[in-house]
């Protein structure tokens, strides 16, 4: 019953009528709840109250004073009428000035006394005495007890839309809260409450709205106690969330694959190099999950060049070895491709077989997959597409998955598949980041890159300096290393993309006249992509101009030079992705970045970042710092509820702390029955999405 009242539609609150509910509504305000967690984007101090005397000029100031005089003047050309009243605190006397206002006349009424906040600015005429223009004022009437909302105190400033001023959302935000006061109904467990001194959910609603608190600096910052109980109560939901999820994979019977590990041992044998000691402990933690019968749903994260390849190809020799299949499933074509071209060699010279399956290839081995002849199949979405049926499918290792997010896993095993998963991931994402997106996930980090390796050297340049460019390119080249020219994807247009990816390889062409120039994109057909990509492993491509298509995972040691073409329009986290395509080899690789026009504040601390910072985890929490969690790479796609009140980077500890109290009260009480009120909210907050877990 309550809740309902909690779920009513703000047009009937008293006050607030059918023109503001509209007006609301464009600010996403419909009912009662959504009023109450749409947060003050800022305060005002308007609690003291100085005299009028020392008032100072260009600040905002709260006066109280007695109206001595109040008319209305028009201007000479008569196109502005302005309402002035004298004000008087007995010290000295104040003009305030509302301008276009006219009905100001009825309400401010020579006699009575008044709260004005405004800025105080120089008498315009005389060039002493105070005046304020269109101040917030507040008539104080002596009889009432009415509370101060406008003035007087710490004043909320919400963000609102035309033909709504701040003065209206504040006062029906009074009202709502006013209405809403006794139906606001904790739901979160006191013993959580207590440990972690947060107040109450109605007191914190309350104080975050119209505080009774005097940390201005807190409030502004969102980090007064009713902020991080508001916060905290977000992040708690979301974590239990994730918790519920991931126990709920924890009891999902899988295979305990049991093979000794004689095809990984004959794997490390072929290797022309050690493991590094991050990817043992990695291949250690993996083989365990994999050995408990538990189905396993592990992330492996990265950095470019980390070598995670190795260790997911170690997770499915160990499928193989155990009488199991295994799927190795990457967001690209040309990806898969890759994989396959690199993999398929040593997956062949190991006396296995192995298959590429892609939706543009026309060849699916689809009855080898189902037969069980095949041992590896490597290949985009389409392996989990319907017609595609294995004989004993263990394990699927989703590659550099940043596009495939909590939600495309759950419907994995929707499908009714139910191998291993392993997830492996170069997007570095900091911590707060990855505890949310893939919370329900256990986790590995490869933290270590292999020996030799040399950070590449990352440069800006502008148009004006491409003969620089074009003798960097051409003493590299002669050295017998290879280089990338990288166009941007422009996202209206594809096919404009590849115009100026076309039109590049011809300007290059006529730079260069005695170098082997390639031209790679999306657009063509799989069987030309790899025929460019081997002449490019093979080395008889020196410049390989490409479209964005070689984003991800491709791997050829000898290029170490690459040139990012309108780097101003790439995102820091694409940027970073590309650069990891070169640096892969013992010798010093080399990023330029080419930017054109005038450069957005944003779009110079992006570049700025890349010319500083080759640590992926690094560039990652400066692109956290400059865009915010929401708008990070992936996160939207993911299947992830937005984040209200809570921000990932402010509230990082708050994160943490939520994380354990939500999966403590999971392990105690798995179904949330002794805490009904909190199980529908967090019903609400995830709405169908624990659904699909639920046939896990
Ligand atoms: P990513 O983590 O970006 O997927 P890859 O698995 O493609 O990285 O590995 C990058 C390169 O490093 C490959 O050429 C790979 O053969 C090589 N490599 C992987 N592990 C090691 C190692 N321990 N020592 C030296 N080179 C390695
Ligand atoms: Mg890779």
């Not at 984007?41 to 003291?48: G, H, L, P, T, V």
């Not at 002596?142 to 101060?148: C, H, K, L, S, T």
């Not at 139906?183 to 207590?194: A, Q, S, V």
């Not at 902020?227 to 109560?233: A, E, I, P």
Request: positive net charge; hydrophobic residues 40%.
């Amino acid at each position: 019953m309550k809740r309902d009242l909690f779920d009513y539609p703000v047009q009937y609150v008293k006050g607030i009528g059918p023109k503001k509910a509209r007006l609301l509504a464009r600010l996403g305000i419909k009912s009662v709840h959504d009023a109450l967690y749409y947060l003050p984007y800022r305060y005002e101090d308007r609690r003291f109250s100085p005299d009028i005397r020392s008032l100072r000029y260009e600040t905002l100031q709260t006066v109280t004073g007695k109206v001595l005089s109040a008319h209305l003047v028009e201007t000479t050309r008569g196109r502005m009428k302005i309402f002035e009243a004298v004000i008087s605190d007995g010290t000295a006397t104040l003009t305030a000035k509302w301008f276009n206002q006219p009905f100001m006349k009825k309400l401010i009424r020579p006699g009575i006394s008044v709260v004005l906040s405004g800025v105080v600015k120089r008498s315009f005429i005389w060039g002493v005495g105070y005046e304020m223009h269109n101040p917030e004022y507040e008539i104080v009437d002596n009889d009432a007890q009415g509370e101060n909302i406008h003035t007087s105190r710490i004043v909320p400033v919400y963000r609102t839309t035309a033909g709504m001023s701040t003065r209206t959302i504040r006062a029906a935000m009074f009202s709502i809260l006013n209405h809403a006061r006794e139906n606001i109904i904790d739901y979160m467990p006191e013993d959580i409450l207590k440990r972690n001194r947060l107040p109450s959910l109605k007191v914190a609603i309350e104080n975050v709205h119209f505080p009774d608190y005097d940390n201005l600096e807190e409030l502004q910052r969102g980090i007064s106690p009713y902020h991080r109980r508001l916060s905290f109560d977000e992040l708690f939901v979301l974590q239990t969330g994730l918790a519920i999820m991931k126990r709920a994979q924890s009891y999902t019977k899988g295979i305990s694959f049991s093979a000794k590990g004689e095809l990984i041992k004959k794997l490390i044998e072929k290797l022309p190099f050690e493991l590094t000691s991050a990817q043992k402990r990695v291949i250690k933690e993996i083989l365990s999950d994999m050995k408990s019968p538990r189905a396993m749903n592990r992330l492996v994260q990265g950095d470019v060049g980390s070598g995670k390849t190795i260790v997911a190809f170690s997770a499915m020799l160990q499928a193989i070895e155990s009488g199991y299949q295994a799927a190795l499933m990457a967001p690209t074509e040309i990806l898969a491709e890759q994989h396959y071209m690199n993999l398929h060699g040593l997956i062949e010279s190991m006396g296995l077989k192995s298959a590429l399956l892609t939706g543009s290839r026309k060849e699916k081995p689809l009855e080898e997959i189902s037969s069980g002849e095949i041992d590896i199949v490597i290949g985009t979405h389409a392996l989990i597409q319907k017609g595609v049926k294995f004989k004993r499918l263990g394990l699927v290792v989703i590659d550099e998955q940043h596009r495939f997010g909590v939600m495309q896993r759950a419907l994995l095993r929707k499908k009714g598949i139910n191998p291993d998963v392993l997830v492996m991931t170069a997007t570095p994402i900091p911590r707060t980041l990855s505890l949310t997106l893939y919370g329900d996930l256990d986790y590995s980090v490869i933290d270590e890159l292999p020996p030799n390796r040399k950070a590449v050297i990352t440069k800006l340049y502008r148009p004006e300096q491409k003969s620089l460019i074009y003798s960097f390119i051409r003493s590299e080249v002669k050295k017998g290393r290879q280089a990338y020219v990288v166009y941007p994807v422009i996202e209206e247009s594809e096919k404009l993309t590849l115009k100026d990816a076309i039109q590049g390889k011809e300007r290059l062409e006529r730079v260069f006249p005695e170098f082997r120039i390639g031209l790679i994109h999306g657009r063509m057909k799989p069987h030309e992509r790899e025929e460019i990509m081997n002449r490019f492993k093979e080395g008889n491509i020196d410049i390989l101009v490409s479209t964005t298509v070689i984003e991800v995972g491709v791997d050829v040691p000898n290029a170490t030079l690459m040139l990012i073409v309108h780097a101003e329009r790439f995102g820091l986290s694409q940027l970073h992705q590309l650069r990891g395509r070169v640096g892969r080899g013992a010798d010093q690789s080399y990023c330029l970045l080419l930017a054109y026009g005038r450069l957005s504040e944003e779009a110079s601390r992006r570049l700025q970042v890349m010319v500083r910072y080759t640590d992926g985890f690094r560039v990652a929490e400066e692109d956290f710092n400059i865009r915010g969690p929401g708008e990070l790479f992936g996160t939207k796609q993911s299947g992830m509820p937005d984040l209200k009140v809570a921000n990932l980077l402010r509230d990082a500890r708050l994160l943490e702390i939520a994380r354990k109290e939500a999966f403590r009260i999971v392990q105690e009480d798995p179904e949330l029955i002794k805490h009904p009120r909190l199980r529908s909210i967090v019903e609400r907050f995830w709405k169908d999405r624990l659904e699909i877990f639920r046939t896990g």
